[in-house]
């Protein structure tokens, strides 16, 4: 948790709910889910001070605070596999979530992520997919890819 995220945000899912899926329940299942909290306190932080920095850039502009509505973090297999996610996706992992902020509905999701890139804000993945932004961070090795991620192709900015 954190100052602006419960950690029941990172397990949130309309696909789960639409096919009565206990997204925490089958995580909580996951051999290995209390190595992935770490991945996932890790997000939480990195998605704490994106929001801060969105605030640091866009709050006079807009005139009010910035807030985060992520509408996918965590997937079980089964959330992954009806989403039609990547076998090794990072959602998975809880090491990502896609999201959007309704404060910033008038500014193209593109020049979000090019601000964000050029703020030097470390991550693995930033990606403009439809009508919201994919984030996702490792704890090391990030590989700092910025761009497009749509019809099933990777643009870089």
Known sequence: QTKNFKAIDFFKSNVAKQNNIDNLAEF???PNHQEMLLDGIHLAN???KLRGLLNDIYKNR???DITIVINSGYRCPAVNKLVGGKKDSQHMKLQACDFF???LENIKLIDIVKAIKEANFEVDQMLVERTWIHFSCKI????NMFGTYL?????AI
């Open 28 to 30: 909580l299942k996951q």
């Open 62 to 64: 807009i005139g009010k």
């Open 46 to 48: 990195k998605m704490q």
């Open 140 to 143: 090391q090795n990030n590989r």
């Open 101 to 103: 902020s309704p404060e």
């Open 151 to 155: 019809k099933g192709k990777f643009t």
